[in-house]
């Protein structure tokens, strides 16, 4: 696996700081500020797999986690087509919903999943994406949590994949072309 990876741009030592900053933060904003309402944590699987898990570590309230899949690459495409695929949607009535992906890329996934959520008339909604990548696209969507930004190149590992490879990769690297 090693070997396909021809650099490392994030570290696991500075992920983790980073993921621990986030926690904070989102404790301070989203609990601290309203102990009254539920919050409900709503994944987007699959990429945010290992992100999410860390992150829910560093929240010490007392919260729900539902999952939602979405797809936006089919197979070795690493060009994002058309609408991504929304599974079930979560019992978020009434609560403060966090929601949490991987990456925020041309940000359909995350504009779509919002809108949904919307939909079923939360407390509120905030999102929370590990990695932006400095594209218009991804600047344009309204995201108050971002881990880092980075340049628009395709990048693996930490629960990212190419091909449904790589996701066990502990860093965040760039796959050789
Ligand atoms: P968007 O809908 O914002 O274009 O794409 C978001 C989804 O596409 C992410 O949740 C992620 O699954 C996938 N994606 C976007 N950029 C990358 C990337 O650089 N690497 C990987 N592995 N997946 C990406
Ligand atoms: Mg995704």
Do not use: W
């Not at 797999?49 to 007392?62: E, Q, S, Y």
């Not at 980075?150 to 072309?177: A, H, K, M, Q, S």
């Amino acid at each position: 696996m090693i070997r396909d990876i021809e650099r490392i741009l994030i570290s696991r030592g500075a992920i983790s700081d980073r993921v621990r900053e986030l926690g904070e933060a989102i404790t301070k904003n989203l609990y601290e500020a309203d102990t009254e309402h539920e919050i409900a944590l709503v994944a987007v699987m699959t990429g945010s797999i290992i992100f999410v898990a860390d992150l829910m570590r560093h929240l010490p309230m007392k919260i729900r986690i539902q999952l939602m899949t979405a797809t936006s690459y089919v197979g070795k495409s690493t060009v994002t087509n058309s609408d991504p695929l929304v599974g079930k949607l979560p019992d978020v009535k009434n609560r403060h919903v966090l929601l949490v992906d991987d990456i925020l890329d041309s940000g359909k996934t995350l504009t779509r999943i919002r809108a949904e959520l919307e939909s079923l008339e939360p407390a509120s909604i905030q999102s929370c994406v590990l990695l932006r990548k400095k594209l218009p696209s991804a600047m344009a969507v309204p995201c108050d949590y971002v881990g880092f930004e980075i340049e628009d190149e395709f990048v693996v590992g930490y629960g990212l994949d190419y091909d449904g490879y790589y996701r066990n990769f502990p860093d965040i690297g760039v796959i050789r072309p």
